[in-house]
Structures are given as C-alpha cells and as structure tokens.
C-alpha cells in the first residue's frame, strides 16, 4: 500500500511544472490580449461611441424581430424556457452584428 502513495505522490509531483507552465501562460496572455487591439469605438457626429454598444442595440432589435416572428408562427408556445433562450439569442445576434460590422 505505501509503494501505491508513492506512485501517486510521484505523478503529482511530476504534473506540478506543467500546471505552472500553464498557469503562466494564461496570465502572460491575459496582459498582452488588450495590448494588440485598438479601442473599440466608432466614430458617430464628431465624438466616439462604443461599438459594442451599437451591436448590443441592433441585437436586441433583431431579438425582438425574431420573437415577434415565432408568435405570429406560433413557435413562442413551445419555447420551454423563454428567459434564457431569448438572452442567448440577443448575446448572439450582439456577437453576429459586432463581428460583421465591426470585425470584433
């Protein structure tokens, strides 16, 4: 029984450099990310505005479109959770729209 501890204390020992390695990769990525884009504003009647808000406005219209289409086809019924499903969709559409328009 104490040559199967030492086995597993010797397998801990040896994932323990690695779980570091990664560990410093994640934080050396997360300061440099920012540093490699650029603000993400538009330029709107002389000021800036934040792109994301701009695609957060156009996917919450598109939402209500959409939610609008599956009560005329009588869809909207069978939605089992209809809070989530319609959060999703506008985080969805906001992500479609900031990357066609925006390239973000």
């Keep these: 029984m104490s040559r199967r501890r030492g086995m597993l204390g010797s397998d801990a020992a040896r994932k323990a450099p690695f779980l570091v ?3 410093l990769l994640v934080a050396l990525l997360m300061v ?3 540093a490699l884009s650029a603000a993400p504003a538009v330029g709107m009647f002389g000021s800036f505005f934040p792109s994301w808000l701009l695609s957060l406005f156009a996917g919450v219209v598109a939402t209500i479109v959409i939610r609008v289409l599956f009560v005329v086809i009588k869809l909207d019924d069978i939605i089992p959770w209809r809070v989530p499903v319609y959060l999703s969709m506008t985080l969805g559409m906001t992500l479609l729209f900031s990357f066609l328009f925006f390239g973000r």
Excluded: F, Q
């Design 32 to 34: 440099a990310t920012p």
């Design 21 to 23: 390695r990664s560990w």
